[in-house]
């Protein structure tokens, strides 16, 4: 059972900055690809940015490209998603999660991760 934590969420101003921290909990960190997804009130969970199992591919939703970056220690078992030039609709619940550690191509539906964290708030207003 891979256990995951998010961390670093919280308010920033629009065009301002965060970074979100995700820790796993497993020996085999470097088979898994890891994604970030976000959830705003009322809305379905959506996808943001996905890192292959050995960090060597990214993949980005429209909405955030070009702004966030997504990385990976797999030394340290850690991910993290770096966001710049925020929006106040970047506001939202985020979560990483892990696919299923098979070294499969990354996705981007919540469907295919069956390892989730508790989410971390990330509020962006003036």
């Known amino acids: 059972q891979v256990q995951l934590q998010e961390s670093g969420g919280g308010a920033a101003q629009p065009g301002g900055s965060l970074t979100l921290s995700c820790a796993a909990s497993?020996?085999?960190?470097?088979?898994?690809?890891m994604a970030w997804f976000r959830q705003g009130l009322g809305q379905e969970r959506s996808f943001v940015a996905v890192?292959?199992?050995?960090?060597?591919?990214?993949y980005y939703s429209d909405s955030v490209k070009g702004r966030f970056t997504i990385s990976r220690d797999n030394s340290k078992n850690t991910m993290s998603l770096r966001m710049s030039g925020l929006k106040p609709e970047d506001t939202g619940v985020y979560f990483c999660a892990a696919d299923t550690g098979e070294k499969f191509p990354m996705a981007t539906v919540p469907s295919r991760y069956p390892h989730w964290g508790q989410g971390t708030q990330v509020t962006v207003s003036s």
């Open positions: 497993t020996l085999t960190f470097g088979n898994y690809n």
């Open positions: 890192i292959r199992w050995n960090g060597d591919s990214t």
